[in-house]
């Protein structure tokens, strides 16, 4: 079966940290980008980064350029996505997908399998 589970989110203050993981089972994890996505309440998902197969290059949205850092793990099936300097408008359910489309790393409708979400709640 294909699968994305997320994990790590939870309550943090701002200027806090995070790391969230997804860990993928049931395709071959190494041969797909990936890419991490957020969704607050009453608004549309967002793009956050996204990673290609072999690590060589990450790509980021305006929101977490300098704050957060996309990595993976291809012998663990796992992309991470380590959120630093965390502010309030950083609270949303935080996504991961595969990209299996060639096309913008932004464009959501180049993923696929997306994991149910793990919550970001930031407030002090």
């Known amino acids: 079966q294909v699968r994305l589970v997320e994990s790590g989110g939870g309550l943090a203050q701002p200027g806090g940290s995070l790391r969230l993981s997804c860990a993928a089972s049931g395709f071959i994890f190494s041969i797909y980008a990936m890419g991490w996505y957020r969704q607050a309440p009453g608004k549309a998902r967002e793009f956050i980064a996204a990673?290609?197969?072999?690590?060589?290059?990450?790509y980021y949205a305006d929101s977490g350029k300098g704050r957060f850092t996309i990595s993976r793990d291809n012998a663990k099936k796992t992309v991470y996505l380590q959120m630093n300097s965390l502010k309030p408008e950083d609270t949303a359910a935080y996504y991961c997908a595969n990209k299996i489309y060639a096309g913008e790393y932004w464009n959501a409708g180049n993923y696929h399998v997306w994991g149910p979400g793990t919550q970001v709640t930031v407030s002090s």
């Open positions: 990673i290609s197969r072999s690590r060589e290059s990450a």
